[in-house]
């Protein structure tokens, strides 16, 4: 935890999952992450692109198991 220029206190945590489906990943990278800070508002996410076609069903899984609305990111090879 750090406080930024503005006096906000910052907190940055990161999972990484592996599986074999999206849940299986998905559940993998949040056990990883333990739990999230009270304030988390934000989310970031990186999938392959074998997932892609799961992309809202990922995405409505991590808002809900979260409790975060605000996810971006990208899938890549």
Known sequence: MTDGPT???S???A???QGADWSACLSAALAE???LPDRA???FIY???ELA???DDI???LRSRTSVDNWLGTVGV
């Open 7 to 9: 006096g906000i206190e």
């Open 11 to 13: 907190v940055f945590v």
């Open 15 to 17: 999972g990484r999952g």
């Open 33 to 35: 992450i333990g739990r």
């Open 41 to 43: 508002n934000i989310g």
């Open 47 to 49: 999938a392959t692109d």
């Open 53 to 55: 076609k799961d992309w």
């Open 59 to 61: 995405l409505v899984a």
